[in-house]
């Protein structure tokens, strides 16, 4: 779910990129956990048909609601994770802009 912090009245996300460090934050997420990535074994092609799937439901919820998105220890993400996560949220915000228009 959605951090429902509020930043001028926009919603925040607020991850991490590795569990010790979302358990610091009061309903925190990792960032494979919010955007429904999991491990990152996946392929392009597999994340869009399992974005269609009642299983990622609450995922797609979160990425359509955000407006801003923290994710701390950012420098952790390998380039192939952080290109898979940005894929997904502009495939489910449906919007071709660098992360979908999420800050």
């Known amino acids: ?16 990129a590795t569990g ?10 990792t960032i494979h956990s919010w ?13 869009v048909r399992r974005t269609e799937t009642e299983v ?3 995922c797609r919820d979160d990425i359509k ?4 998105l923290v994710i701390d220890e950012i420098g952790l993400l390998s380039k192939k994770i952080f290109d898979l996560i940005e894929f997904v949220i502009r495939h489910v915000r449906n919007c071709s802009n660098p992360f979908g228009d999420i800050q």
Do not use: Q
């Open 1 to 16: 779910m959605t951090k429902k912090l509020k930043a001028d009245g926009k919603k925040v996300a607020v991850t991490a």
């Open 20 to 29: 010790m460090t979302s358990n610091i934050f009061k309903d925190g997420r």
């Open 35 to 47: 955007c429904g990535i999991g491990t990152g074994g996946l392929s392009k092609e597999e994340m």
């Open 56 to 58: 990622f439901i609450h």
């Open 65 to 68: 609601n955000t407006d801003i």
